[in-house]
C-alpha cells in the first residue's frame, strides 16, 4: 500500500513544484502532473506529485493527517 499526502501547490517550475504540505515546504517532482498550476493541490509520494485533487478533498485528508498526528503526539 502506498499513502500519498496532499499538498498545496506554491509556486511551479518547469519539471517541478514548491507545495506546502501542512505547514512544510518542500520540493516535488510534477512529471505525472505537467498541468499542474499554482494553487492546486496535489498527492505527494515519494517526492513527486502524483494526481492533481479538488480543495475539498484535500482539506478533508489534511484534516484527517492531522488527527493523526496529534495522537501519536498525546
Not at 511551479?12 to 512529471?31: F, H, L, P, Q, R
Not at 502532473?33 to 493541490?41: L, N, R
Amino acid at each position: 500500500m502506498c499513502v500519498g499526502v496532499p499538498a498545496k501547490v506554491l509556486s511551479v517550475s518547469e519539471y517541478s513544484a514548491e507545495v506546502d504540505v501542512m505547514g512544510t515546504k518542500m520540493n516535488v517532482g510534477t512529471i505525472f502532473v505537467p498541468e499542474v498550476v499554482i494553487d492546486d493541490y496535489v498527492i505527494v509520494h515519494a517526492g513527486q506529485a502524483m494526481k492533481i485533487v479538488d480543495e475539498e478533498y484535500a482539506l478533508l485528508s489534511i484534516e484527517e493527517w492531522r488527527k493523526l498526528v496529534d495522537a501519536r503526539d498525546n
